[in-house]
């Protein structure tokens, strides 16, 4: 009888973590914000899908335009990027209630760069690979803030938006 009740518990703890995974497989969720650089404050959308227990694979698009003539160069710059990330969620290791979801993973885009001013302006373009950590907090079945930072990429420094799951 005591390993019958084991059992039971055991199969109703790895059953309860299982449902804490914030993302299903098959799922998707659209994210969207504004983010955090140096070079002006990025406006991103992207969208994450559920490949497999704790790993999602995504795609983001990221614009943003400033104005460089605090210096006296009167440049207008614009960043385009394009985006894919890889994120690992934590939900299941550390037992994260499912209304948490905290990830981490690498990302990889390519940007183009345009530069303006009273000369000819110069265009640029790269490609960036870079790291990212974050987390969501959802106040709803559906809807969460989402926080990250990252770096390595020339897309942003960190971001701050809303996520929907689809």
């Known amino acids: ?9 055991l199969l109703a703890g790895m059953a ?16 969207a914000g504004l983010g955090l650089s140096s070079w ?8 994450d899908f559920g490949v497999a227990r704790d790993f999602t ?28 990330n890889g994120n ?6 550390m037992n994260i209630p499912s209304n948490w979801d905290f990830y981490a993973g690498l990302n990889l885009g390519y940007y183009v760069w345009t530069s303006a001013s009273d000369y000819p302006g110069n265009r640029n373009s790269g490609i960036g ?6 987390g969501r907090y ?12 990252g770096g390595g990429n020339a897309f942003s420094v960190g971001k701050i938006g809303l996520t929907f799951k689809l």
Do not use: C, W
Request: charged letters at 10%.
């Open 40 to 47: 002006g404050v990025p406006v991103y959308l992207g969208l």
């Open 57 to 84: 694979l995504g795609g983001e698009f990221s614009i943003r335009s400033y104005n460089d003539n605090y210096n006296g160069s009167g440049y207008n710059h614009s960043i385009i990027g394009v985006s894919g």
């Open 129 to 134: 690979l870079g790291a990212q950590v974050g």
């Open 88 to 93: 690992y969620h934590f939900n299941t290791v």
């Open 138 to 149: 959802y106040f709803s079945q559906k809807v969460g803030l989402n926080l990250e930072f």
């Open 16 to 31: 309860s973590t299982y449902g804490q995974n914030p993302l299903p497989v098959g799922r998707a969720q659209l994210n």
């Open 1 to 9: 009888m005591k390993k019958l009740l084991i059992t039971i518990v």
